[in-house]
């Protein structure tokens, strides 16, 4: 078959087209077809066989596919369905217009909106599905909003046993009307709003936008700067009936409360300083654990007028930084662990075992709030207006990025717009996934519901966590339904056939999915059919797009990994990068700080006892101390972490 499409990428130092680049007829990737370098492969089915024409747009810059999406929503008339490994509501998608305003502006239209971001693990990984989905609910009780907005947080749906808890969602869709669809590589959340300019300045960037994961802040944000950031635990209580912040202040000064532990004993400063673990935990898990948040609740009384609520206010400042002078020990809970969550604070820290328990608890609210805020007829029971001006979520970490003098990182990805017929299959794919989450949901509802119903704070572990979250909902005035059914899509939200041609491409949708998420889809259609293998089409067509190579091979991706080798612990000395991440002896500070710390000579696991931690805030303020404090909680991190996978089981 001639080549029947030609496109000039690689030039040479003349400019001119290096060779010709052509689609060739047997590049889409078949069932009957097994690709070279796949041996020993169980292959899965593939998502769909290849549709031509399509209509398609690729964009290069986040700048360029955020103004295109932001348009597609502004046009949309029916329903918008977003689907990501991290979605933001106050991402700017052109400069000044918020996702959260553009859908603002579709539901004032009747439009009905379906947000589906991967729930991420807290401490883990933060992406702020909880944000997002106090966020997306929010959406409700604006006024003059006749359409809806839903959010369910796709849960790990993996086929890993044990591994499932880092398992997560990395599509990125967003599909309007079923009309036209985009996806790629390109979420709609901070950071990835880029122009062909890559540029390391900070521009009108500020926050979580000012996004750079590889160098540490250095910026402590001032109260004049968080003056519009709202954190997740002031939205949640957005969703109740109760008076929001005063009630909170009640709740968190009631001695009886679910934290109330915590709080008394750091207020004992003989015990802290005795507590040598405790000392640990200060720095290493929660520095400035409550942050600004915390001395902004006094400014934010709903009812100014009311003395005693401002009073409450207080001793609720009052309270909790005193656990921040006393450095934050009170991380070693996890109730405190996902109070300090619910006010925006990172959790990146926490030791293993706290950070399980505390998983515990953030899946059981976010079930809570899926249940409650899906749930048939729901809204906000009146306007939050702070969530329709210039609100912004808190940092996700603090310091921040100083756009003064650090370096934001550069966003380079690939996205397409899709019109056509392949619309069809993108569209399935969310309307699937979806309808899977809901059941999911649902069939665990028992065990949710009967973890939060037990009142009992006195009861150890997870449950008086558990029970804390219910006695704090209640203090909310947030009442779960008795019998919650979640929406499913199906009627005129789901398309029935492909649509007619819009272009001249042709288009293989492809996707990775596990087992358990297959037989989730399958049942929510009601079919009985189990899935044998997963669907590794992605593997699949990269092989078989290099197997049939004829002149050059471009790879370029975000991981290029070989093979993971054998399991276990290796016990040869590691080099270059790996062996910093186990000895703090190679930190390129280390030198600089060894002495000061009084950690020379130091074994790993001596560090602990023998480093000086009264000298921490000396280094934290010294040139090149923050890099050194990141390096050395990376090295006790991880050490940690290996010492536990490393002991024998029961």
């Given amino acids: ?150 959010c369910l947080t796709a849960v790990a749906q993996s086929d890993q046993g044990l591994g499932n808890v880092m398992f997560s969602h990395h599509q990125k869709l967003v599909v309007i009307d079923n009309r036209v669809a985009y996806c790629g590589g390109i979420d709609l959340a901070y950071g990835r709003r880029d122009d062909d300019q890559f540029s390391l300045k900070a521009g009108d960037r500020r926050f979580n936008e000012l996004y750079n994961g590889c160098v540490p802040g250095i910026y402590e944000p001032t109260r004049m700067d968080m003056r519009h950031c709202i954190a997740p635990l002031e939205m949640l209580s957005a969703l109740g009936s109760t008076g929001l912040m005063r009630q909170l202040a009640t709740f968190v000064t009631s001695p009886s409360d679910w934290f109330a532990w915590p709080l008394d004993r750091l207020s004992d400063a003989k015990t802290f300083a005795v507590d040598k673990g405790s000392a640990v935990q200060d720095w290493w898990d929660n520095t400035n654990l409550f942050g600004d948040f915390i ?24 309270k909790l930084e005193a656990m921040g002078a006393l450095g934050g020990a009170n991380a070693a809970n996890a109730s405190s662990a996902l109070l300090a969550w619910l006010t925006g604070q990172s959790l990146q820290n926490l030791p293993p075992d706290i950070l399980a328990e505390l998983n515990r608890g953030t899946k059981t609210l976010m079930w809570a709030i899926a249940m409650l805020t899906n749930s048939n007829g729901w809204r906000p029971p009146k306007p939050y207006d702070r969530m329709t001006g210039t609100a912004r979520a808190l940092p996700m970490k603090t310091p921040v990025i100083d756009p003064a003098v650090q370096p934001r990182m550069p966003w380079q990805d690939v996205h397409c717009r899709i019109e056509g017929p392949s619309v069809y299959d993108l569209s399935k794919n969310f309307v699937d996934r979806w309808n899977a989450v809901a059941n999911q949901y649902e069939a665990e509802s028992a065990q949710y519901r009967n973890a939060i119903s037990r009142t009992s704070a006195a009861m150890p572990g997870s449950q008086a ?186």
């Fill in 1 to 150: 078959m001639a080549d029947n499409r030609t496109i000039n990428q690689l030039v040479t130092p003349d400019g001119e087209a290096a060779c010709k680049a052509t689609s060739a007829p047997d590049w889409f990737a078949l069932d009957c077809s097994e690709p070279a370098g796949g041996e020993g492969v169980a292959w899965g089915p593939v998502y769909s066989l290849p549709r031509a024409g399509n209509k398609v747009k690729f964009f290069t810059t986040g700048a360029s596919y955020y103004a295109d999406v932001q348009a597609a929503i502004a046009s949309a008339t029916s329903s918008v369905f977003i689907a990501g490994w991290q979605v933001n509501f106050d991402v700017e998608l052109t400069p000044g217009k918020t996702l959260h305003a553009s859908l603002i502006d579709a539901l004032k239209r009747g439009v009905h909106v379906y947000v589906m971001p991967w729930q991420n693990v807290p401490g883990a990984v933060e992406t702020a599905a909880l944000t997002t989905a106090l966020a997306v609910a929010l959406l409700n009780g604006v006024e003059g909003v006749t359409g809806r907005a839903w």
């Fill in 295 to 318: 001395n902004e609740l006094q400014d934010q009384v709903i009812d100014a007028a009311q003395a005693a609520a401002r009073s409450q206010q207080s001793a609720v400042k009052q």
């Fill in 465 to 650: 966590l558990l029970s804390g979250l219910a006695r704090l909902l209640g203090a909310l005035g947030i009442t779960l339904p008795a019998d919650a059914t979640l929406p499913r899509l199906t009627g005129s939200h789901v398309l029935t056939r492909p649509a007619a041609a819009a272009g001249k491409c042709t288009v293989q949708i492809m996707r990775s999915a596990s087992k358990t998420l297959q037989n989730l889809e399958a049942s929510a259609r009601r079919s009985h059919e189990k899935a044998a293998r997963p669907q590794n089409n992605c593997l699949k067509a990269m092989l078989k797009a290099i197997a049939s190579a004829r002149h050059f091979i471009y790879i370029e991706g975000q991981f290029f990994q070989a093979s993971y080798g054998a399991s276990g612990a290796v016990q040869a000395g590691l080099s270059g990068p790996m062996g910093s991440l186990l000895e703090l002896s190679r930190s390129p500070a280390y030198l600089r700080f060894k002495r000061l710390l009084e950690i020379e000579g130091a074994k790993p696991s001596e560090i602990f006892d023998r480093i000086r931690w009264s000298k921490i805030d000396d280094v934290a303020r010294m040139a090149g101390g923050p890099e050194f404090l990141c390096d050395l909680k990376t090295v006790l991190k991880n050490i940690a972490s290996r010492e536990a996978l490393t002991q024998p089981t029961a």
